[in-house]
């Protein structure tokens, strides 16, 4: 299975057709396959509380956004999610890349990891953990989700998930 | 001028088009100015009011004005190059330039030294960056709209607050009728 591939394919068979990205290594591959798709709008952000803001002016103007983005970002984005996404109920399907869980050979990763899923609690986020490569079967399920309640909800993808880091 | 001027005076272009506006007092000035279903008014999240507009014009074909200010794009800078490399022509972000965080009480903001936003928009890649005097926005607002060309606009004025009401309404009503104003 082309697990990028699979992943645009859930994104734009569920009406997703605006996606900012902020990268990650683990991530690359699913922005690239984005980024090549002509059923998907791609538009870089240089930081996730402002590709959140395209996000919800995207949904205003009648697309289905997603963000792309590391789990360092729930950090950053916080009050947007409070205040913009949550205050005003839009829907936002976050396909988020868990750095600093199993296999993660950075150590400063960590630090946010062991805060991730404690910060989206606190927020009250749909959160789905995906550790093996299967669990992307349940993409499609939580995107129709993301959209039938509009809110966001948190896709943490780990690196096991992603197969990992070559040597690993 | 101050901001409430301009809103007042530019309140009969806005009327027809979709707005975005900025937190605080800008939104709740031009709420008090002149209320419509086509206005976004933001109630939190400062400097992601030119996020939005780009999103949305990005979404839909119908011209958007989004009513920003110096300090609110200070914050969210990284917003100059994404407008400057995919602005679509129908977006114009206006920048109340007052040199001043208006709603937290006038204190300075940088661009009330040495930085140019306008010159910064350039270098960011926008291409019809247009800098004004206050008294002059009405006709450079309406030159935006008639260019075909995505704008950024940098209008030059004096710093102070007109005293507005909050905006008490719900924002699921705010996102709702405006939804209901772009897509009618």
Request: with cysteine.
């Amino acid at each position: 299975m082309n697990i990028d591939k699979r992943i645009a394919d859930d994104l734009a068979a569920n009406g997703v057709s605006f996606v900012t990205t902020v990268p990650c290594k683990q991530l690359a591959g699913v922005i690239e396959e984005i980024d090549q798709r002509d059923d998907i709008f791609h538009i870089p952000s240089n930081k996730e509380d402002e590709g959140m803001g395209l996000c919800a002016g995207a949904w205003m103007g009648g697309k289905r956004p997603a963000i792309i983005m590391q789990n360092t970002a729930i950090g950053v984005t916080i009050n947007t999610l409070a205040t913009l996404i949550q205050y005003y109920r839009l829907p936002l399907p976050m396909l988020i890349s868990y750095r600093g869980e199993l296999r993660e050979p950075v150590a400063c990763q960590v630090e946010m990891a062991v805060h991730t899923k404690a910060l989206l609690a606190q927020l009250n986020i749909p959160t789905y953990h995906f550790h093996w490569q299967k669990d992307v079967e349940e993409l499609d399920n939580i995107l129709k989700y993301t959209f039938m309640c509009n809110k966001p909800v948190a896709i943490l993808t780990d690196a096991n998930f992603w197969g990992g880091y070559g040597d690993q | 001028m101050i901001r409430s001027e301009i809103l007042k005076e530019i309140a009969p272009i806005l009327r027809d088009q979709l707005v975005v506006c900025n937190i605080g007092i800008p939104s709740q000035e031009l709420h008090a100015i002149d209320d419509q279903p086509t206005n976004f008014y933001m109630l939190g999240t400062m400097g992601l009011a030119s996020s939005i507009g780009l999103g949305l014009a990005l979404a839909q074909p119908k011209p958007v004005i989004v009513i920003d200010g110096d300090g609110s794009i200070l914050t969210n800078l990284g917003t100059l190059p994404t407008i400057g490399n995919n602005a679509p022509s129908n977006y114009i972000l206006m920048i109340v330039d007052n040199g001043s965080y208006g709603s937290t009480g006038d204190q300075p903001t940088y661009t009330s030294q040495r930085t140019d936003l306008a010159a910064m928009a350039r270098a960011a890649g926008c291409t019809r960056v247009v800098e004004v005097q206050d008294k002059d926005t009405s006709p450079a607002l309406e030159e935006a709209l008639s260019s075909g060309e995505a704008t950024v606009l940098v209008v030059k004025c004096d710093s102070g607050n007109a005293k507005m009401p909050v905006i008490t309404m719900d924002p699921v009503v705010i996102r709702d009728r405006f939804m209901k104003a772009v897509a009618g």
